[in-house]
């Protein structure tokens, strides 16, 4: 698998972005390789339940949809390893990705190694980080049980975590900067259904406040004063996550908001890399729309690799 191996393509992320690229490319013949730190450490292998795919008829765990994606691209022949990239050397023309375990070098690289939850908005939220600040519900809601906590975003993700965390808490007030969610109606009505769930919504968090750990937050809502609430943690997802492109070291084109550029086939600023699914930050976070630039950039490296097309570079922002 390493060594002098030289695959055609190596994806980098085994979430439905990098599973839907194998599936595609392998399927295409090309020698796929895929690197994964672990099946449940993306957001997709995090989410308890997902009940939005097409073709999956009610609700099935997020790790269990993506244990059959790459089931359906390892018997095209996609080859799965585990391993977590720590480093890349995209200047020649042979690519190389280095993980813990050996250098894995391909003709082209796709990139889907998603994004983690970070925003950093909130006054105290930086210093309170693992002190009751928290951004992954399944990570640390053990840790406040039969506490009171606060959960701020609007987003599906921000349901689905408060969701899950009044298995865990006294009580679970989700506050959406918003006047109204975006998530599916379903999803909100099961969390307001929930005796110790309460949702605020126009309601910002100004400050996180605390001694040492999270003792409160202090939050806005419809123009009115300032209100102080106790918690002893809080979670948030105020805007998404940061893309995990640490391993990457600098060494493609990103945007001034610290996004990946790449063009409408996901190819980025060096020839042959190619980035899909949560790792691009201007893009809507869905398994299926992940799923759908996996795809598109799959056969974007087959038209390059087997020479049917000349790549263009049509940024896109
Ligand atoms: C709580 C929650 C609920 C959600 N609910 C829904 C929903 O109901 N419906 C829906 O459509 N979407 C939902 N989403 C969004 C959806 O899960 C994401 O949009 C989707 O998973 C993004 O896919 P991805 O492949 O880009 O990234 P991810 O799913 O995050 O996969 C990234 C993969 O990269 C791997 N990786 C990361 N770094 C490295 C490295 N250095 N080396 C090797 N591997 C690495 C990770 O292990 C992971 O497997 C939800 C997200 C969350 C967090």
Redesign the pocket.
């Known amino acids: 698998m390493q060594g002098e191996e030289i695959y055609d393509l190596v994806i980098?992320?085994?979430?439905?972005?990098?599973a839907t690229a194998a599936i595609y490319s392998a399927r295409a013949a090309l020698k796929t390789a895929v690197?994964?730190?672990?099946?449940t450490?993306?957001?997709?292998?995090?989410?308890s339940k997902?009940?939005?795919?097409p073709g999956i008829d009610g609700e099935i765990g997020?790790a269990e949809l993506l244990a059959i994606m790459r089931k359906q691209a390892a018997s095209f022949g996609a080859e799965f390893i585990d391993?977590?990239?720590?480093g890349a050397d995209f200047s020649g023309e042979i690519k190389q990705v280095y993980?813990n375990q050996g250098v894995y070098q391909a003709k082209a690289v796709i990139i889907?190694?998603?994004?983690m939850?970070r925003s950093n908005l909130i006054k105290g939220e930086a210093e309170f980080l693992g002190r009751g600040v928290s951004y992954c519900a399944i990570c640390d809601a053990a840790f406040f049980k039969d506490a009171p906590i606060a959960v701020t975003g609007n987003s599906?993700?921000a349901v689905?975590?408060a969701l899950y965390l009044t298995r865990f808490a006294s009580k679970v007030t989700l506050l959406s900067p918003t006047p109204e969610l975006r998530a599916p109606e379903e999803l909100i009505a099961e969390l307001a259904e929930k005796p110790n769930a309460e949702i605020l919504k126009g309601a910002v968090v100004r400050e996180i406040l605390g001694e040492g750990q999270v003792q409160g937050i202090r939050y806005l809502m419809r123009a009115q004063k300032d209100r102080d609430m106790p918690v002893n943690g809080v979670f948030v997802y105020l805007q998404g996550g940061v893309p995990?492109t640490d391993?990457l070291q600098g060494q493609l084109e990103i945007t001034e908001a610290g996004c990946i550029r790449v063009n409408r086939e996901y190819e980025t600023s060096v020839p042959g890399i190619f980035a899909?699914?949560?790792?691009l930050c201007s893009h809507i976070?869905?398994?299926?729309?992940?799923a759908s630039d996996?795809a598109i950039a799959a056969i974007a490296v087959e038209k390059r690799l087997r020479g049917k097309k000349q790549m263009g570079f049509d940024w896109s922002k």
């Open positions: 980098v992320g085994g979430g439905p972005a990098g690197l994964d730190k672990g099946l450490t993306g957001a997709l292998g995090i989410t997902i009940a939005n795919y997020g391993d977590k990239a720590i993980g889907a190694t998603g994004s939850g599906d993700e689905e975590e995990v391993w899909v699914g949560d790792v976070k869905q398994a299926v729309i992940a996996g």
